[in-house]
């Protein structure tokens, strides 16, 4: 029998137990560096024996940033802060990966007072914002601005890094027949449709080796008619692995709204009470030989110890409920088992930093 607990092994990067932090946006810094509030964040989910911890995600360019308060990794100036950040994780025995991500027209923030990229025209659903689609020079630029943050994070000293390709940012715009209308290389078939994920993935690997492990995290489903569908993901999820990627971490295309769609269906899969896409991991896990991490709706240790000796999912990624407790898993490795705290009230998202206002006030 398979124990939460157990180690686990990412490329050749080894874990101490089978949770993860999934990047949570931070909002705690002006600049996209490190400061003390977020050194103590970090350091008290290690002290929490979080397994591996996925930091909040940074920006590879200057230009290009959704909402306030998140990390950067655009230029070297970061390194040093980062260095100092993976020692003081390190200490405790947990390990951190960097996530980086181009956000584009998921956004509100500072629209028209910057150029947003995307890959058409095509207004991102639930902020109508619409960004420049993008040239073969911008595509080009923001491939390499991927690959050099690469570069950076091996060099910080992060266990890894992980490409959010998730949440209808820019690359799942790519990767969707919805917000992707392009008639070049890079739109219609599948194929094309992945060709800037792909290309992404291999300017980092070039930066990096084969030794580093790269995750990539995947929306399982647009979950909306003409999006990108559940069987399109498992294709791409294939050809991750096929090309080298250590990892997948599958969520859902929504932010804090998994709850409204429980019990909908789509493709045939029902979205559950908790581990609200844990089905569509499951599926995915089957198929490949790579970690697989689940995350989204997970609220007691029993539905996750319950998935892990039914299914070949390898991690389970929490990301308010840690908000709440920081000390969740060492709580759970403890033995006190009772369910998360947090009531996913998504109050959490304040002006002055994401944090639990119901019981962290």
């Known amino acids: 029998m398979k124990d939460l607990f157990d180690k686990v092994k990412i490329g050749d990067l080894f874990i101490k137990n089978r949770f993860v932090r999934s990047a949570t946006w931070e909002n705690m810094t002006n600049d996209g560096k490190m400061n003390q509030k977020l050194y103590d964040l970090y350091e008290n989910l ?3 024996e979080v397994g591996l911890i996925i930091t909040g995600y940074a920006n590879i360019v200057e230009e290009e940033q959704p909402n306030p308060g998140m ?3 655009y230029n070297d100036s970061f390194i040093q802060g980062y260095k100092t950040l993976c020692d003081r994780v390190h200490e405790y025995n947990s390990k951190i990966v960097l996530q980086v991500a181009y956000g584009g027209t998921k956004t509100k923030y500072n629209i028209g007072k910057r150029k947003i990229f995307a890959p ?3 207004p991102e659903l639930s902020t109508g914002t619409i960004g420049t689609p993008m040239t073969k020079e911008d595509i080009d630029y923001i491939i390499k601005a991927f690959g050099q943050s690469a570069k950076r994070a091996k060099e910080s000293g992060f266990d890894g890094i ?3 390709g ?3 940012y820019l690359i799942n715009q790519f990767l969707s027949p919805y917000y992707n209308q392009r008639t070049d290389e890079y739109g219609g078939s599948l194929e094309n449709r992945m060709r800037f994920l792909v290309e992404i993935y291999t300017a980092m690997r070039n930066e990096t080796g084969l030794d580093y492990p ?3 995290k995947l929306t399982a489903s647009d979950f909306f008619d003409g999006g990108l569908t559940f069987e ?3 294709k791409i999820a294939k050809k991750l692995e096929e090309i080298g990627v250590d990892g997948i971490e599958i969520s859902g295309n929504i932010h804090g709204k998994g709850e409204s769609l429980i019990g909908h269906e789509f493709e045939g899969y029902k979205i559950q009470k908790e581990a609200y896409f844990g089905k569509f991991a499951k599926i995915i896990a089957e198929e490949l030989k790579i970690p697989v991490i689940t995350v989204g709706g997970i609220k007691t240790y029993e539905a996750a110890n319950e998935m892990l000796n039914s299914s070949n999912i390898s991690m389970f990624g929490l990301s308010r409920p840690l908000l709440t407790e920081p000390h ?6 403890e033995g006190d088992t009772k369910k998360v705290k947090c009531v996913r009230c998504s109050k959490c998202r304040t002006s002055e930093g994401n944090y639990c206002v119901i019981f962290n006030r």
């Open 71 to 73: 990390f950067g990794i």
């Open 120 to 122: 058409s025209n095509t």
């Open 328 to 333: 969740l898993i060492k709580r759970w490795k």
């Open 46 to 48: 290690a002290k929490g």
């Open 162 to 164: 992980e490409i959010h």
């Open 214 to 216: 790269i995750l990539i």
């Open 166 to 168: 998730a949440h209808t």
């Open 232 to 234: 399109e993901t498992r």
